[in-house]
């Protein structure tokens, strides 16, 4: 299959005060087909959010792709001009963010919100577009829809308002939904449904997405592939069952070993020492040289501190950025 | 009503029973009259020295409201807290402020717990001057060794709160509370909004904690993984009433209500993979 989306070494980083830069994405390559949902893992300052406005060119002022390209429908939209990243923003490529309660207006009703994303991209009258605007709603709000469109955002609880602003992402047919840690904010039950909406949305609409958290098992059921970022570079990238079950890379060991499990939880385990990855990714700066996990490696070896490992093929598609396999 | 203590034997007294709590709140409904809302219907449940208990439920169970009301931040409308064998609902509030520093609240979000105008040390240092028990000197000491207590440098102290990373700052939320030497802490979802492997270290922390200084915990939360892992005893919340309460593990692998399930459904876990395709 033609991959709808190709991204390939993508380099990011941003300039600081006092003429320094910081590197937030080095060498990022993957690809999406149509239909896939690509799971993107990652801790606070991995690069994820960093990815996710890289590849629409929403980075702030002092951001800077140095180095890449991110090919969407044959197109290299690091290359497009402001008016074809208009039309492409929000009609072929949609985002969904994480606080519905920020990203929405306050002061607006929800279905005028939804409105206002259809008319800025299609010429159809009015009352065409009201009616879609309908319709759209009525996809993700089962009953009551009406009431959902006439109401403010103060007034819908957070599932709702997450519903409210997956329908300004899907109303114009985009092919790409990129969603930055979308139910981060929601509790489990709600954060279910939601997941269950985007899955509902992919099988019937055949849409890609990327979908960008910091818990792996939110991936878990849900993702058909996962990437793991750490410190802006890929550490791992595999199909959802293989990534998720038995991880290669000692971060997304590591990370899954530290996190408690409710069927293991047995009497004897319980209260014990949780294993944990030693030190704490945002305090400890990045090493210049060698591999940027190297600092809180278990598995460090003589290599790790010289040259940064390469991606190593590890068979069904899994590609692993660790000496321990080759590197 | 006698509430049945989970641990500790016949004759320990537990260091926190609550009973029958009822907190009212009033909102004005769609019509414009005041209508009442029960956030907590008649709670009751205790908890020993020493130990963690969990209290689970969905958004708008009840479940911050119940901290609110140990904490003494919220009156209950009715019903009694008692707490080192006194009852902090019927006090006074000059004797409620004596109860207040032992029990100490920690909230999920640091970056808004901490004020962000104030330097680490400031803010360790603020809850040690209102107190006024310790001297200049020893104040600093002290700041010091909480420091040290929860694995942060003491030279960080010239640094502001937007200068840490999240654990950092969690770290200094509970450095904070354990100033005052409380003997209940109530964690209220003081994991969830940290990284996954930082909650590991955080987690580990609060046992290590308990462990030495031999406080009970009130973990409130959605995490039912978490849980699992930290509690003696699960308290299940639905629209503010006790659904179900016990041992954790009781509770979790033999789950009573269609409520308990449906949390235990709804808990993401990399377990799932094999999960069925969900439902819109």
Known sequence: MVPILEVQDLDVSYSLPGGASYTALAGVSFQLVAGEILGVLGESGSGKSTLAASLLKLLPSNGNISKGSVFFEGKDLLCASAGELERIRGKRISLVYQEPSVALHPAIRAGEQVFQVLAAHESAGKNTLRQKTRQVLGSLFLEEADRISNSYPHQLSGGQRQRVLIAQAIACGPSLLIADEPTASLDPTTQMEILGVFRTLRDQLGLAMIFITHNPALLAGFADRVLVLYGGRVAELGPARTVLSSPRHPYTQGLFQSMPQILESTDTKRKTKLPMIAGDSSAVPLPFEGCVFEPRCPDRMEDCRKREPALVNLGESHTVSCFKYGG | ????????????????????????????????????????????????????????????????????????????????????????????????????????????????????????????????????????????QRA?????????????????????????????????????????????????????????????????????????????????????????????????????????????????????????????????????????
Request: charged share 25%; glycine share 6%; with cysteine.
């Open chain 2, 1 to 140: 009503m006698e509430v049945e203590t989970f641990h500790g034997g016949q004759n320990m007294q537990p260091l926190l029973k609550v009973e029958k709590v009822v907190k009212a709140y009033y909102a004005k409904n769609a019509a414009g009259s005041r209508e009442k809302l029960l956030a907590l219907d008649g709670v009751s449940f205790a908890v020993a020295q020493g130990d963690t208990l969990a209290v689970v439920g969905e958004s708008g169970s009840g479940k911050s409201t119940l901290g609110s009301c140990i904490s003494c931040l919220e009156i209950p409308t009715s019903g009694s807290i008692w707490f080192e064998g006194r009852d902090i609902v019927a006090l006074a509030e000059s004797e409620r402020r004596k109860v207040r520093p032992r029990i100490q609240l920690i909230f999920q979000d640091p970056s808004n717990s901490l004020n962000p105008r104030w330097s680490v040390e400031e803010i360790l240092l603020e809850p040690l001057t209102l107190q006024g028990k310790l001297k200049r000197e020893e104040t600093k």
């Open chain 2, 144 to 280: 010091v060794d909480l420091m040290t207590q929860v694995g942060l440098s003491s030279d960080m102290f010239e640094r502001w709160p937007a200068q840490l990373s999240g654990g950092q700052r969690q770290r200094l939320a509970i450095a904070r509370a354990l100033a005052l030497e409380p003997k209940l802490l109530i964690l209220d979802e003081a994991l969830s909004a940290l990284d996954c492997s930082v909650q590991a270290q955080i987690a580990n922390l609060l046992m290590e904690l308990q462990r030495t200084l031999g406080m009970s915990y009130l973990f409130i939360t959605h995490d039912l993984a978490m849980a699992a892992h930290l509690a003696d005893e699960i308290v299940v919340l639905n629209r503010g009433r006790v659904v179900e309460q016990g041992p954790a593990e009781k509770i979790l692998r033999h789950p009573k209500e269609e409520i308990t399930r449906h949390l235990l459904a709804a808990m993401p876990s990399l377990n799932n993979a094999a999960r069925p395709p969900l439902e819109l």
